[in-house]
């Protein structure tokens, strides 16, 4: 695909469709490659961004792309609609539209930096499927060598999260992984509880600037919020999203996305508006997302068996916005998951099978990162796992990629 957006950015300037996640990322890929200073800016529809910039590139609403704009479709929703708009319309037309989205090899990376979370929420493995002993961190050195393996097996990686079970800022070098990250000009992404007394703001303030953090939550008074985030205190929360904003302000970071990602259940939706409004007085974007339960291998279990093992899991499918099985029964046979373009490396450097499965007696599909050599010989693990014909076949992966719910 590189190539491909080389000749059509070769043509003229062009806008990037999408400030968020994929089109901040793309903008890093094209950084790595040379091609950046071809970027006019981005748009994007939610007007809560709109006037803001990234790297010193202009977020604009639709109006600014002008008569026969060019255009590289990068947004996350909707993208079809997008495209036919912009195809369609008499200012741009097809030759002059660029949809990332019909190349499948832009993918990402995720390596779980901390194996450990500070909190058990009864819908996440770290809560629901027994304890993995002990506080494990990858070490700097090792991060790097897998960050330049991955450089090197993955022309097309779109962005690194340095997350995925585990909680990004209980990493004690937090400032290490981020530098080796920032010089080779790769797209972050971090997620936390933001639960913890004194995380390390200042850090993520002045060195995450190519980059999201991700706040995740679930609630805006401690009754409702404790229930779902088991541990979490939600003051301590409100507290370091304040913190945090001084924090940016005082390192003059513009760059950064902060986004408040709100879990909806149906014990917390009438919470939504009450945290919309802090995040988005603090400048944070909001992201309401409809909450999910986790991992695969318990929702399977849910759905063959008519319970999984944990008694979590099971109360929690109560509070599910729309019953699981209902919300499954849009799904359409499929043979190909979205998630395998996504790579998943554990904290000892396993690459496990995606980011959504948990249990690596089943689903590591390598022991060493840096003992492979391709994206493709991993993407064949995947292809023929059995893990993944039983998921498909309950289209849990089309579920969870958010495709399922109306
Ligand atoms: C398991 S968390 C681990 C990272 C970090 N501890 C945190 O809480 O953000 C990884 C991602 O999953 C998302 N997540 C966790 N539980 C979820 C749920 N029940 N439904 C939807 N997304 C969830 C979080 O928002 C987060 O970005
Ligand atoms: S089919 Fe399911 S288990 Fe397999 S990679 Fe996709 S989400 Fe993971």
Redesign the pocket.
């Known amino acids: 695909m590189i190539e491909e957006l080389s000749e059509f950015l070769s043509k003229g300037p062009a806008w990037i469709w999408g400030a968020g996640l994929l089109g901040r990322s793309l903008y890093s890929v094209l950084k790595r490659n040379g091609l950046s200073g071809q970027v006019a800016g981005f748009i994007d529809s939610n007007p809560t961004v709109q006037g803001r910039s990234f790297l010193g590139v202009p977020v604009e609403g639709a109006a600014a792309i002008g008569p026969r704009g060019r255009v590289i479709v990068a947004a996350a929703k909707n993208v079809e609609a997008i495209y036919h708009r912009l195809v369609d319309s008499a200012e741009a037309g097809s030759e002059n539209v660029f949809d990332i989205n019909r190349y499948p090899e832009l993918g990402h990376w995720s390596i779980e930096i901390v194996g450990a979370?500070?909190?058990k929420?009864p819908?996440?493995?770290?809560g629901n499927f027994g304890t993995v002993a002990g506080k494990r961190v990858m070490r700097p050195e090792r991060f790097a060598a897998i960050v330049d393996h991955i450089a090197k097996i993955d022309r097309g990686t779109s962005y690194v999260a340095i997350?995925?079970?585990?909680?990004?800022?209980?990493h004690p070098n937090l400032k290490e992984i981020l530098d080796i990250l920032n010089e080779r000009l790769f797209y972050i992404a971090a997620?936390?509880?933001?639960s913890m007394p004194k995380p390390n703001l200042e850090t993520i303030a002045q060195e995450l600037r190519c980059g999201e953090l991700?706040?995740?939550?679930?609630g805006f008074t401690q009754e409702v919020y404790g229930r779902?985030?088991r541990g979490g205190d939600i003051e301590l929360v409100k507290s370091n999203m304040r913190q945090l904003r001084a924090c940016l302000d005082a390192a003059g970071n513009h760059d950064i996305q902060v986004k408040v990602?709100y879990?909806v259940?149906k014990h917390n939706a009438h919470e939504v508006s009450l945290m919309k409004e802090f995040a988005e007085s603090l400048g944070f974007v909001f992201d309401p997302?409809?909450?999910?339960?986790?991992p695969v291998e318990h929702m399977m279990d849910y759905l063959d068996k008519g319970c999984s093992s944990s008694e979590d899991f099971n109360n929690?499918a109560e509070y599910m916005l729309e019953p699981l099985r209902q919300v499954l029964r849009r799904g359409s046979p499929h043979s190909i998951c979205k998630f395998w373009k996504q790579n998943n490396i554990d904290v000892d450097g396993a690459v496990t099978l995606c980011?959504i499965t948990f249990d690596r007696t089943r689903n590591t599909i390598a022991h060493d990162v840096l003992a492979e050599g391709s994206v493709g010989a991993l993407l064949a693990r995947k292809r023929s796992h059995p893990m993944c014909s039983g998921c498909m076949s309950h289209s849990i992966d089309q579920f969870v990629w958010g495709d399922l719910w109306v």
């Open positions: 979370c500070n909190l929420c819908s996440c493995p770290r997350y995925n079970w585990g909680d990004t800022l209980l997620s936390s509880n933001l991700r706040i995740s939550l679930s779902s985030h990602v879990h259940y997302i409809k909450a999910i339960l986790f929690m980011c």
